[in-house]
């Protein structure tokens, strides 16, 4: 059958199972909004107020839902608000299908009204991206975006479409969505050197990252802690991957993680690490992470192998599948001395200044107690990240979205509308600080407008506070441009999008006033007052290890 550009846009998307995508209109994608019109009963399209938020909620869909979301966005302007969105997705293997227009081909290149070269700016951050230029090549384009972005190493592909392509018409045949590029198994004599290696450790610890999540391995994960008897602490992007709950769970490793998880580390004999990729904020200085450790690394993307740190065992492949081949590999064993052993090296979180104000230790515990464990909870990047990370227990995949690798203040409620309406049964809470809520806090309208139930807790310290802890830790207390002075009033601007606006100043009003919040129907803005002098505690310098650990700050 004979289609336009445009509608075999909405053909393929129809194709790969897309219901719903994210996008801001404009003039180079006319035809493609045209279209949209008449799929309006099987594509639902949200209209964000800023593209940065289209691209936060379609990566936002896809971290709470796991299937592969979709933003669109017109040339120029459009598509470089895109970027932020893009490169968060990036670092975090997020499976995103960005589609943009661009002026038609005969333009290109001659500095035409909001022309830009999206391809160009786009491909350090993008898994793959293509400019279409022939109508022809349209849909085979869309389909390998949507092959690329789910297989391997999830991520974002960009497409560019100039004008014309979508007015052009070509013939087009439907086709079943496309199959995803299976991984290959571990090779057989890396699996047998993993398991030598685990049968003899004794102190072996495991390291899970976001690539448990990303591949749905956590039933798999928690079989094999059981199986072998060993503890788990996770990367801030494998929370929820490993029960927060469980006796094994040592908790968070890295610079703001537990100090028995990092200890762990410091003591252990093997580390197996899992869907990680040591960072900086997990192995600041590398020549002391892990010390005593031989170690595994499991990852599906080989580029991953000895980046940051020398791993003697390589298992590459998707983590679900390397889970199962162990379990089969190995049978149960028993680790209770050292067990025993990472059990005492559990402390208590460091008190944090209060001021008369709550602390952030209350009001996410209290949080927590109120909410149930499928709860989907967003946070924007700054301290309030950090603490939601240390006191929230999460024990399901996918209930904890946060920009982990770029850590994109202003994330926050473009991804919180979008988990909301990837899993509308679900409470979402969005965890934000004043700081990051003013960057794009022109999206309250979008969850207004949708009457999407979420709640923002904005945690109000009137500082950047991230910033100026390191100002009060490494800058001898010169807080340069991390106190705005904003005076916004919280409640009332909620009030005015058409929101519910509450309030806490006193320990005694978080409970009630939460409760409050969770029972709104719509869109909830939760101003609550902390000290400005409440620091994430422990801390691991940057290029330090465990031992520099700062559990309290002393002027």
């Not at 379990?327 to 028993?334: D, G, H, K, S, V």
């Not at 004043?434 to 979008?446: I, K, R, V, Y």
Request: charge should be negative; charged fraction near 20%; aromatic fraction near 6%.
């Amino acid at each position: 059958m004979e289609r336009t550009g445009a509608q075999i846009i909405m053909d393929v998307l129809l194709e790969q199972g897309v219901d719903t995508i994210f996008g801001y209109p404009g003039a180079t994608v006319l035809a493609v909004y045209d279209a949209l019109y008449d799929y309006s009963d099987k594509i639902r399209h949200i209209l964000t107020a800023h593209e940065q938020g289209a691209a936060h909620a379609a990566e936002g869909y896809a971290r709470a839902s796991g299937k592969t979301g979709v933003c669109l966005a017109t040339s120029g302007p459009g598509s470089t608000n895109l970027v932020t969105g893009i490169a968060s997705a990036f670092m975090d293997s997020i499976p995103v299908v960005f589609i943009t227009g661009n002026v038609d081909a005969s333009l290109l290149g001659r500095d035409s009204f909001q022309e830009v070269d999206t391809t160009g700016i786009t491909m350090p951050v993008t898994k793959h991206s293509f400019i279409v230029k022939r109508i022809e090549d349209l849909a085979h384009s869309l389909r390998e975006a949507f092959r690329i972005a789910g297989s391997g190493r999830k991520g974002p592909v960009l497409v560019d479409i100039p004008k014309n392509i979508t007015l052009a018409s070509t013939d087009y045949t439907p086709q079943p969505a496309v199959r995803m590029t299976p991984a290959q198994p571990p090779r057989a004599v890396c699996l047998e050197r993993a398991v030598q290696a685990i049968r003899a450790a004794r102190q072996p610890l495991l390291y899970i990252g976001g690539g448990v999540i990303s591949s749905g391995a956590s039933v798999e994960l928690i079989a094999l802690a059981q199986r072998l008897d060993i503890p788990v602490a996770s990367s801030m992007m494998g929370l929820g991957g490993f029960p927060a709950d469980h006796p094994l769970y040592l908790g968070m490793i890295g610079m703001h993680g537990a100090y028995a998880a990092n200890r762990a580390a410091q003591e252990c004999d093997l580390l197996i690490a899992a869907g990680a990729r040591f960072s900086d904020r997990v192995a600041g200085n590398r020549a002391q992470f892990a010390p005593k450790a031989k170690i595994i690394h499991m990852d599906i993307d080989p580029a991953e192998m000895d980046k940051n740190l020398f791993a003697e065992y390589h298992l590459r492949g998707d983590l679900k599948e390397i889970f199962r081949r162990l379990l089969t590999a190995l049978p149960p064993m028993e680790h209770a001395a050292w067990r025993e052993q990472t059990a005492g090296f559990r402390q208590p979180q460091p008190a944090v200044p209060e001021d008369g104000l709550p602390s952030p230790k209350q009001v996410i515990e209290t949080l927590d107690r109120l909410t149930p464990d499928e709860t989907q909870i967003v946070t924007d990047v700054g301290q309030h990240q950090m603490w939601t990370a240390q006191y929230y227990t999460f024990e399901r995949p996918r209930t904890f979205i946060t920009s982990g690798g770029l850590g994109a203040m202003g994330f926050g409620l473009g991804a919180a509308i979008g988990a909301s309406l990837a899993n509308p049964a679900r409470r979402t809470v969005l965890v934000s600080g004043d700081g990051s809520f003013h960057m794009n806090l022109n999206e309250l309208a979008t969850a207004v407008s949708y009457r999407l139930p979420i709640v923002d807790l904005v945690m109000n310290n009137t500082v950047l506070g991230m910033v100026r802890q390191w100002q009060t830790v490494f800058y001898h207390h010169r807080y340069a441009q991390t106190a705005p002075q904003r005076q916004t009033d919280l409640v009332r601007l909620a009030e005015a999008f058409g929101a519910q606006g509450l309030r806490i100043e006193r320990a005694e009003q978080v409970e009630p006033v939460l409760r409050q919040a969770l029972a709104c129907d719509g869109p909830c803005v939760v101003d609550c007052r902390i000290s400005p002098d409440a620091m994430v505690l422990p801390m691991i310098p940057p290029g330090g290890a465990v031992q520099d650990t700062i559990n309290v700050f002393v002027e």
